[in-house]
């Protein structure tokens, strides 16, 4: 027997999911009582839940690898990915609750209309590059100032962050915020060496990141383990002081 | 209010599906800052004890230091010095103490720092309690209107803390030289360690691993070039100042509790509670 299996603890041979179901927000929550074994993700649990049990369960997935970002929803209450949530880290002799997230339009069972992100990512300036550095029309640049930038191109949209900020899941500030996963966005955007555009006074403005007050709920849910807070809010943060509220940097041009 | 339709009702405060142990964190820091709050300010009103000069020493506090007000005499014990008048300034019907004074620059500069914020902006202001976790208002300015946009001047506060560095650095240098026993508080003095001084050195060091992680600090030194890699020294310090952010939120802690704990060693000492070790 080898060691990580000797180290797994061992699962009972059924468990009880209380998963919601119904549509357009309505709905409530139906125990299933499922087989399971060592090694599965509460994806795989619903999986079988939808192959024996409830063969008309809506849920989103695609990759079981933790990489698509389509399996997002709300276990035990915390925004998590269900195929990365692994049976032997959770309490199984009370039934786990699977339920969508709560901060986007809610279609079926565990599937909700996370179209607005798209949405507001469309109204964040583009890359615009500078003039390229050479006559090839190439740029040059140094390992060192993209590894900012590369933090954030880890994401893989899944919207925890966002399903968790207490902006939009309890002050529905959807229209005047753009939540964590586009604060990065902007931040990868921002501190791009090529990129030449200016987003600090939408930052300020429609981006609302005035609103966001560091509380860090965002880092804490991201399957990517990136530093949304530390790494891009509160860059950009002062960034914005450096334009707007700092009376010494803007004699010097307040960071342009 | 939100043109797009979300299910979620706001529960009120507390409701949250989830099944762990929550509440356990902000109720830590809450009772944590609560402990510094209750000491600071009975340290703050005491307005006496703050200055040791039992057996040749010099130990300040550094809730009294810089030494605002002229010295009064020493204390019969031969402990302390007597406080000195409040200044022509102060409205006579409130109690003078200088740390009044003192205590308004590291006080912004903690309530201004990032990590702080978020911290008490759970514990205090319950905004949110905890994540995932309904909140008790509706209403939500954030950091983005008036009275909290005022945070953003943060990095003044920062200023003054790295004079305070400097201030208490001396603090602690002083503490290093001694009179003889009984002797006049000017008369030549000599190296020596108390235990005392090792205590007061320590201070402004674990102060510099908390204001020198400081996000603002980060920010200024490099975060705010695209391109850093030009410049070794502005990469440099921005790499430094970046390890010591990663552990921002513990060296907080640390160097919180030590203010009250050197606080406490000198009144300790000045009272006669404690006696001084001395080493060397
Ligand atoms: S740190 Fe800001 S963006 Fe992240 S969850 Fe908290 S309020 Fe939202
Ligand atoms: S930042 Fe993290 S939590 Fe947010 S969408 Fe990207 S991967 Fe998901
Ligand atoms: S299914 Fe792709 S992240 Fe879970
Ligand atoms: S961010 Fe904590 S001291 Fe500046």
Redesign the interface.
């Known amino acids: 027997m080898s060691d990580s299996v000797a180290t797994e603890k061992a699962l009972p041979s059924s468990a009880i999911f209380r998963i919601w179901r119904g549509g ?2 309505g709905g409530g929550f139906v125990d299933y009582n499922t087989p399971i074994s060592s090694g599965m993700v509460v994806l795989d649990a619903v999986h079988g839940i939808q192959a024996n049990d409830a063969n008309d369960m809506a849920v989103r997935w695609n990759c079981k690898a933790g990489k698509c970002g389509s399996c997002s929803a ?1 276990i ?4 998590r990915l269900m195929c990365m949530t692994r049976l032997n880290t959770l ?1 199984l002799t ?1 039934p786990v ?1 699977v ?2 997230m ?5 279609v079926k069972d565990l599937v909700t209309d996370v179209s ?1 992100n798209y949405a507001v990512k469309k109204k964040i300036q583009k890359f615009t590059p500078r003039k390229p550095d050479a006559a090839d029309g190439t740029w040059r640049v ?1 390992q ?2 993209v590894d900012r930038p590369q933090e954030f191109r880890k994401c893989i949209e899944c919207f925890l962050c966002q399903d ?1 900020c ?2 939009l ?7 005047e915020f753009i939540g964590p996963r586009f604060l990065i966005y902007t931040a990868q955007l ?4 090529i ?1 030449a555009a200016d987003r600090i006074p939408d930052l300020k403005d429609s981006c ?1 990141i ?8 965002c880092t ?2 991201c399957p990517e383990e990136i530093h949304i ?2 790494n891009a809010i ?2 950009l ?6 334009r ?3 009376p010494i940097a803007r004699l010097f041009g307040g ?1 342009k | 209010m939100s043109t797009i339709d979300v299910p979620l009702k706001n529960g009120g405060f507390g409701s949250t599906r989830r099944t762990d142990n929550w509440w356990i964190e902000p109720l830590v820091v809450f009772f944590c800052y609560l402990a510094f709050i209750v000491y600071s300010n009975w340290a703050v009103f005491q307005a006496k004890d703050y200055h040791y000069v039992g057996n040749g020493a010099d130990y300040l506090s550094p809730m009294y230091s810089p030494m605002l007000t002229e010295e009064g005499p020493v204390a019969a014990s031969g402990l302390t010095t007597a406080p000195g008048p409040a200044p022509s300034f102060w409205p006579r019907f409130i109690p003078f103490s200088p740390a009044m004074l003192i205590l308004v620059f590291p006080l912004a500069f903690r309530f201004s720092c990032y990590y702080y914020r978020g911290a008490y902006y759970k514990a205090w202001w319950l905004d949110p309690v905890s994540c995932a976790v309904g909140e008790p208002r509706k209403k939500y300015l954030g950091e983005k209107y008036f009275p909290l946009i005022v945070q953003n001047l943060h990095r003044y506060a920062l200023y003054f803390a790295i004079i305070f560095i400097a201030l208490l650095a001396y603090d602690g240098w002083k503490s290093l030289w001694f009179t003889a026993p009984g002797a006049d508080l000017d008369s030549p003095r000599h190296f020596g360690v108390g235990l005392g001084s090792l205590i007061l050195i320590l201070n402004p060091i674990l102060l510099s691993l908390y204001t020198f992680g400081c996000h603002s600090l980060r920010h200024l030194v490099g975060g705010r070039k695209d391109v850093m890699s030009d410049n070794s020294t502005r990469k440099k310090c921005y790499d430094c100042v970046s390890g010591l952010n990663k552990k921002h939120m513990m060296w907080a802690w640390i160097s919180m509790f030590y203010v009250g704990f050197v606080d406490l060693y000198v009144r300790m000492c000045s009272s006669g509670a404690w006696h001084d070790l001395r080493i060397l």
Request: proline share 8%; hydrophobic share 25%; net charge negative.
């Open positions: 357009n927000g709300e035990n209450g915390k925004p309490d009370v609750t339920e969508p709560k901060t986007f339009p809610h607005w140094q060192a100032d968790v207490h902006v899941r309890d002050h529905n500030l959807h229209d921002e501190m791009n060496p990129d609302g005035g609103y966001c007050n560091i509380t860090k709920c804490k849910v807070t530390d509160i860059p943060k002062e960034r914005v002081v450096d707007y509220f700092d960071g």
